[in-house]
């Protein structure tokens, strides 16, 4: 089984993880009434696939709070009941749902709001302590943070947690986070089309996780969707367009410039009888030896086929370095035009 490291914890996870965004169904919010979460879900079907994921050696399930407001994590609680030692679990914090009206309603990073969001989250997920528990606002002022991982620390002090990171983008807070001593990975943005050498030299530097979110581009690097094939559903949140860090997705239309991006580098990415997603993740895997992607789901099928990319592994050096070399001339040529 191909595995990986969690940062300097040494805990041996799997090479790919489970995001469950999609499985905690529908949320809004509050103000806009827009939506955040990926359309309506079958919760046997999402207990099924968590299950087919740990059939198949994946043993890290990341989810947030407010992923469907606090339901992501009553699924993956109630597919783990008999099951939680076999698991790295881990969410996040920071952003304000309610869990009956199914708004969001923005955000607390209080110590007081994370010991009761940490207690909340313990009883959802039916588990006594979460091995990875996450900050989820990227872009939460550096002055401020202090206290956040001050209040981390009480909660592994507690055993409440056993280790902690930051979901972000931003590399001076991945530095400063760093700087404690139960953080232990950083997730963050990274696919075949954003790619981020910053953070990964942060992880690399720091021996931390690089917990990859948005490994397929929201679906876009399955190769499932074009202008002609679309998201329909308007409870999904790629058919908004009100957001800027959604750059994959616009009106649920794929982004004309990757859809160009990924004919340039398909017959690459499918090389060796790979899928466009296993493609996808073993680029992944080769960027770094500290990415961990983490793909969403919402079917059996989906788990399957990212689980078979583990049996393929890394791309080589070649095939990376051919991808880069397509995407330049593809670069070039678009400006040209």
């Known amino acids: 089984m191909f595995k990986r490291t969690l940062g300097r914890s040494g805990i041996e996870v799997s090479a790919l993880g489970i995001g469950c965004w999609a499985i905690g169904g529908p949320w809004f919010d509050e103000e806009t009434g827009k939506p955040f979460g990926w359309g309506e879900t079958d919760d046997r079907e999402s207990v099924a696939a968590i299950h087919c994921a740990l059939d198949n050696g994946i043993n890290l399930i990341d989810t947030a709070d407010n992923y469907g407001a606090g ?11 008999g099951r939680r030692d076999k698991v790295v679990l881990a969410t996040k914090f920071g952003y304000v749902t309610n869990e009956e009206t199914k708004m969001a309603a923005g955000y607390n990073a209080s110590r007081t709001y994370i010991k009761s969001a940490c207690e909340a989250s313990l009883r959802r997920l039916g588990t006594d302590y979460i091995d990875l528990y996450q ?12 206290e956040v991982m ?10 409440k947690i056993r280790f902690f990171g930051w979901s972000t983008d931003m590399t001076d807070r991945a530095e400063l986070f760093a700087l ?6 950083i997730q963050h943005n990274l696919n ?20 990859n979110r948005g490994p397929l581009a929201m679906g876009l690097l399955t190769g499932k969707y074009s202008e002609a094939v679309y998201v329909h559903d308007p ?30 580098i398909r017959e690459v990415l499918t090389s060796g009888g790979r899928s466009l997603a296993q493609g996808a993740l073993a ?18 099928k989906h788990v399957t ?8 592994g890394p791309l080589t050096v070649a095939e990376m370095r051919q991808i880069d070399q397509l995407l330049a001339v593809h670069e070039v040529f678009r400006n040209r035009i």
Request: aromatic share 8%; hydrophobic share 40%; proline share 5%.
């Open 71 to 81: 339901h992501s994590e009553r699924v993956i609680g109630q597919a783990l009941q």
């Open 135 to 146: 900050f989820h606002l990227g872009d939460y002022p550096e002055r401020l943070a202090p």
């Open 150 to 159: 001050g209040a981390l620390e009480e909660l592994v002090t507690e055993g």
């Open 180 to 185: 404690s001593k139960h953080c232990m990975a």
């Open 192 to 211: 075949v089309f954003l790619d981020n050498a910053a953070m990964l030299d942060v992880c690399e530097r720091n021996r931390l996780a690089s917990i």
């Open 235 to 264: 409870k999904d949140i790629r058919r908004r367009s009100d957001l800027e860090w959604l750059t994959y997705f616009k009106d649920g239309i794929p982004s004309p410039e990757m859809t160009a991006q990924l004919r340039a």
């Open 283 to 300: 680029w992944l895997w080769a960027r770094s030896d500290v990415t961990i992607p983490i793909p969403g789901f919402r079917t059996v």
């Open 305 to 312: 086929e990212n689980a078979k990319a583990m049996s393929f």
